[in-house]
């Protein structure tokens, strides 16, 4: 099985940067994908960001592109999420998502609060 653990979230106001962390851990040979998740109350999970475990390739939902980064450590075992330029709508609980043969696996989340 693998593990994920998010850190990092918090309440900053907007314009602030926060950045998100993901450890991942077990077997994760299983993981192709590293991504990051979020949801609000009554709504859908909606896909934010993605990077490729092997090559680092990342793609975006094109509310974050150019606001957000993804990246990963060299060994895979780590995720993160910067966040910049924060508005109110990214307010959510963000979710850490491994895909892989036997996943997708899930984190706990982590609140992110954005006031005006």
């Known amino acids: 099985q693998v593990q994920l653990v998010e850190s990092g979230g918090g309440l900053v106001q907007a314009g602030a940067s926060l950045t998100l962390s993901c450890a991942y851990s077990?077997?994760?040979?299983?993981?192709?994908?590293m991504a990051w998740y979020r949801q609000t109350p009554g709504n859908e999970r909606e896909f934010v960001a993605q990077?490729?475990?092997?090559?680092?390739?990342?793609n975006y939902t094109d509310s974050v592109k150019g606001r957000f980064t993804i990246s990963r450590n060299n060994a895979g075992t780590t995720s993160y999420l910067r966040m910049n330029s924060l508005k109110t709508e990214d307010t959510a609980v963000y979710y850490c998502?491994?895909?892989?043969?036997?996943?997708?696996?899930w984190g706990q989340g982590t609140q992110v609060t954005v006031s005006s």
């Open positions: 990077i490729t475990r092997a090559d680092g390739r990342a």
């Open positions: 998502n491994g895909q892989g043969p036997g996943g997708p696996f």
């Open positions: 077990g077997t994760i040979w299983r993981i192709n994908d």
